[in-house]
Structures are given as structure tokens and as C-alpha cells.
């Protein structure tokens, strides 16, 4: 037979969602990085390479315009919410420096992220290397596949560096509470 619950039980339930006192937001309650701005750039790239396939332009124009146009409304975008921010009396960089002090804090000073399993992060930036470098050899170099393969590297590399960064704070974040146990167990026991 299961409980059933009190109106007292359901209003102290853990909400993910709700706002809470001293948390900086920006005006839409979002507290993450990826801003709207940014989501706006990736999307009105994606669908500048649709509208230039449909009317068949060739890749090396498609691509480079794809990018401008996704840059541009990103920014334009960008410097209007910014201007908005202003106007409402809003600090416009106050969320991600909020973002860096949360993160700093979370990760004993360190502003990296920290990943929950290195290893993974390191296999992914070794695939991503490979899917870069593989058809660059296999199909023969052009200009765009050069740009898509340095970004994919860049990419993987940005994975590898993140996993071995994570590696090493553990390492040291073990070393420090083994250091820690030993001064411990001697003092103890009465050891100098």
C-alpha cells in the first residue's frame, strides 16, 4: 500500500526549477552560458547551409557565408540584449562571472571544467582527432575540409586536455588526503 502524501510533504519537495534567493540570472532566469545569442548564430548558420544547398551554391562559397551569417546575427543579437540589459538597469557580464566564481568554487580555484570521468572525455577527443584526420587522407585535401578538420581537432584536443586536467586535480586532490590520513595516523600515535 503506498503513503499517501500531505500537502506539507509536497510543498517542501526539492524544486530544480524554482528561483532561489542570491542566485544571478539574467532577465529570462537563465543562469547557464549558452545564450540566446549564441543559439541564434548556430541556428541561422545551419539554416544559411540549407538555403545555399537548395539553390545549389558550392561548398567552398556555402560554407564561409553559413559562417558570416551565423556570426553577425550572433553578434547583432548579442549587443541588442546587452543594450536591453543596460537600459534596465541589469549588469550584462554579471551571470557568467557569477558562472566563473560557482565554477572556481566547485573546483577548489580551479576555472576549468572538471569532468565526472576523464577517461571518457579522453576516448572522445581521440575519436574526434580521428574522424578529423581520416577523411583528409582518404578523400585528399581542399580548402573546406581543411577548416572542418582543424575545428574538429581543436575540438578533440580542447576533450583530451580537459580529461587530463581532470586526472591530474584528482591525483593531486587524493595525493593531499593520503598526506593528510598519514599526518593524522601519526599524531595519533605519537610519532614526531
Do not use: K
Not at 28 to 47: I, K, N, P, S
Not at 104 to 109: H, Y
Not at 114 to 121: H, I, K, Q, S, T
Amino acid at each position: 500500500m503506498r503513503a499517501e502524501r500531505t500537502d506539507e510533504q509536497t510543498t517542501a519537495e526539492h524544486d530544480p526549477y524554482r528561483r532561489r534567493p542570491g542566485w544571478v540570472a539574467g532577465p529570462d532566469g537563465r543562469t547557464d552560458r549558452t545564450t540566446m545569442a549564441a543559439v541564434a548564430g548556430v541556428v541561422a548558420g545551419f539554416v544559411s547551409v540549407l538555403v545555399l544547398g537548395f539553390v545549389q551554391v558550392r561548398e567552398p562559397v556555402a560554407f564561409p557565408v553559413a559562417v558570416v551569417v551565423g556570426v553577425v546575427v550572433w553578434l547583432v543579437v548579442r549587443a541588442r540584449w546587452r543594450r536591453r540589459e543596460r537600459q534596465a538597469g541589469r549588469s550584462p557580464d554579471a551571470v557568467p562571472h557569477a558562472r566563473d566564481r560557482a565554477i572556481a568554487e566547485a573546483n577548489g580555484g580551479r576555472r576549468f571544467f572538471v569532468a565526472p570521468n576523464p577517461v571518457v572525455l579522453i576516448v572522445m577527443g581521440g575519436i574526434f582527432i580521428a574522424v578529423a584526420v581520416v577523411p583528409v587522407t582518404i578523400e585528399g585535401p581542399s580548402v573546406v575540409r581543411l577548416v572542418i578538420s582543424i575545428l574538429i581537432v581543436a575540438s578533440g584536443v580542447t576533450c583530451i586536455v580537459q580529461g587530463i586536467g581532470t586526472l591530474v586535480v584528482r591525483r593531486r586532490g587524493t595525493a593531499r588526503r593520503d598526506r593528510g590520513r598519514a599526518t593524522d595516523s601519526s599524531r595519533s600515535s605519537g610519532t614526531p
